[in-house]
């Protein structure tokens, strides 16, 4: 019964494809969320989601589009893929509200060629 | 960058010794978390501690906030070799929605 799940674990693919990432949690949370961890394992985040509305942005490029189906599920989607993009990819939920805490998925890494 | 910095960036303990990492940030926070991330996988939330509390316990971690110098300490005794991970903490900035900021991480070695 994993809590947040993300497919696929491993994606390789060439500059310049479009691929995405998927997302679902089953613990009834309200709010999901991107993090991006670079090779010197900084994380990032990147999106926030709301019961399936934007809450927060980042300043990540355009190429970057999440998606939202409803609110167990948050899907990132990446045109254009650049070398810099990457990295592993973390999605997250917590239930609404301050002082909660985050559920993290597994991670996916992408590695753009 | 509002990023938190902790240190140490690596510390190499023994089993049964203690471990103490360091966190520090920038800006007023609702509450300050840590999490252990261990190779290779995701991270799993260890504590939280809320901006006005000052220490919390939860089994063999102690973890301390102090607001006025915008640090955290996390204290795991009686290390373990299953305590090798990567340790982060994280602060939920007073922004009036959770926004977890993430520390660069202390990556924790216990040796049998």
């Known amino acids: 019964d994993t809590a947040v799940s993300q497919t696929p674990k491993y994606l390789v693919t060439q500059m310049g494809n479009d691929k995405s990432i998927k997302c679902e949690q089953n613990l009834g949370h309200d709010t999901m969320y991107w993090y991006k961890q670079d090779s010197k394992k900084f994380l990032k985040i990147m999106f926030s989601?709301?019961?399936?509305?934007?809450?927060i942005n980042e300043t990540v490029p355009n190429r970057f589009s999440p998606k939202s189906p409803d609110k167990a599920h948050l899907n990132l989607h990446i045109n254009s893929l650049e070398l810099g993009d990457s990295a592993v990819y973390f999605c997250?939920?917590?239930?609404?509200?301050?002082?909660?805490?985050?559920?993290f998925g597994q991670g996916t890494r992408l590695t753009v060629v | 960058s509002q990023q938190g910095e902790e240190d140490p960036q690596a510390l190499s303990i023994q089993e049964g010794e203690n471990a103490t990492m360091n966190c520090s940030y920038k800006t007023s926070i609702n509450n300050l978390q840590w999490y252990r991330q261990n190779s290779g996988r995701g991270l799993v939330h260890l504590i939280l501690?809320?901006?006005?509390?000052r220490e919390k316990h939860s089994g063999r971690l102690r973890v301390t906030l102090d607001t006025s110098k915008k640090s955290s300490s996390l204290l795991i005794t009686a290390s373990r070799a299953a305590d090798t991970a990567s340790y982060f903490c994280a602060t939920d900035p007073n922004t009036g929605f959770q926004k977890l900021v993430f520390g660069t991480g202390t990556r924790l070695l216990v040796s049998p």
């Open positions: 501690i809320r901006s006005n509390e």
């Open positions: 997250a939920s917590s239930r609404q509200g301050l002082n909660t805490e985050a559920f």
């Open positions: 989601y709301n019961n399936k509305e934007l809450i």
